[in-house]
């Protein structure tokens, strides 16, 4: 039987547009749901060793028994067809040079730095389920769930070149120790769940021994409880085998956007020297990446930029809190937060007589340096967050263009 009968006979028996609809319905996505990452995972790297377990999910995913007259070889022949004929924005390289894997993946940011140094990122994992929403629309790919479960950790490839992982920042950066304070938190290792994942990262660089291991976070990590923080990290990272470099980049001169990290690259290899790139240079002005014709719900309301005008002045009175001012077009703007799109009041562009209107999606994805055909998620709330969240990708590239020198 030629391919095209065989094709023709199971799309009698599952139909394309129930394929998408039920591989990719809302359970599949989320911290505890590995299943459709698994199917993705193997259908793009063809790797024999998820197969049996990809097509068993396969099976309860399109809710075919083992009674039906579908066998193992027709689904896959469907899967196959379905993964190959879809649109992926931002595709694997056909010829790496190097693979690494995408921890706390995010939106991609590491990814897409990493793939235009002809990477191949061979496993990612990411626990929001928008994230990974948006992850999958440009990569064609959905990351595996909670990095702390062994069910996940349990598909990470034996063997890999480079770790990447900008771990959560919230219980490390300024804001978010503060509000913690305020509220009698714990904050940096001692919250509960976000300042320990750390330490999955080095039970997973300890089991599969990368070459590299290339980390982010906030500038306030260096600071935190005085530089103990940063002292557990670096002595964690030694402990397990490997060198440890550091430093602080401001990503002003390759995005208009004052956004200080604290950047971490680790060797294998002990006689190694890296040095970080340095980013010279006149800092970027924020009106070259403004839209023109901005849509008018991006204007904020008269309620809204009233209290940002008395909660300025408060705030200045007192000498602390955030002040809420139009942006300066001929300077970088301010760094731009997951809490961006509540009120906008980091970066406000100024519209002559009427109120300032918030970024749009678009130029926050701009601000971090992503290109031009990154698909944005539906939903402006959640591309705020998403892009707050996420990395100054020109960095993320400069610092993995020298590691890869490197390797």
Same mark, same amino acid.
């Given at each position: ?106 939106? =991609? ?33 959905? +990351? ?176 602390? =809190? ?27 562009? +100024? ?57």
């Amino acid at each position: 039987m030629n391919m095209v009968n065989e094709q023709n006979q199971i799309f009698n028996n599952v139909l394309i547009e129930n394929v998408i609809k039920k591989l990719f319905r809302n359970e599949l996505f989320g911290p505890e749901n590995y299943k459709g990452a698994l199917i993705i995972h193997y259908l793009s790297t063809l790797d024999n060793n998820l197969k049996i377990k990809a097509l068993i999910f396969l099976r309860e995913i399109l809710e075919i028994s083992d009674d039906k007259d579908v066998d193992d070889r027709d689904i896959e022949i469907l899967a196959k067809w379905w993964y190959k004929n879809q649109f992926i924005a931002f595709p694997k390289p056909e010829e790496p040079e190097f693979t690494f894997i995408d921890l706390f993946a995010g939106i =991609g940011g590491f990814r897409l730095a990493l793939q235009d140094l002809n990477g191949k990122c061979v496993f990612s994992s990411e626990w929001n389920k928008d994230s990974q929403r948006t992850y999958f629309s440009n990569f064609g790919e959905i +990351p595996f769930g909670d990095i702390t479960l062994d069910v996940t950790k349990s598909y990470i490839p034996d063997n890999f070149d480079i770790l990447c992982a900008g771990f959560p920042c919230q219980p490390f950066s300024l804001a978010g120790v503060s509000s913690r304070n305020f509220l009698g938190l714990e904050h940096g290792f001692n919250h509960p769940t976000q300042g320990n994942l750390f330490f999955d990262i080095i039970d997973i660089a300890k089991k599969h021994q990368p070459k590299v291991i290339f980390l982010e976070n906030v500038k306030n990590l260096k600071s935190h409880d005085k530089g103990n923080t940063f002292k557990i990290i670096e002595e964690s990272l030694r402990d397990i085998g490997y060198s440890f470099f550091s430093t602080i980049i401001n990503s002003k001169t390759v995005v208009p956007q004052k956004r200080e990290r604290t950047y971490m690259v680790c060797f294998k290899d002990k006689r190694i020297n890296f040095e970080f790139p340095t980013f010279e240079g006149e800092p970027l002005k924020l009106k070259s990446i403004l839209q023109e014709n901005v849509p008018e719900k991006y204007t904020i309301s008269d309620k809204l930029w009233e209290g940002h005008i008395r909660r300025t002045k408060n705030n200045l009175e007192r000498g602390t =809190g955030f002040s809420a001012n139009t942006a300066d077009l001929e300077k970088p703007a301010r760094t731009i937060v997951a809490r961006y799109g509540k009120d906008g009041k980091e970066c406000l562009i +100024p519209q002559g007589d009427n109120n300032p209107r918030m970024l749009t999606p678009r130029e926050c994805a701009r601000l971090m340096g992503f290109p031009e055909d990154y698909i944005l998620p539906p939903s402006d709330s959640v591309a705020y967050k998403q892009f707050g969240n996420s990395v100054a990708m020109p960095v993320i590239q400069e610092i993995g263009r020298l590691i890869k020198n490197k390797l």
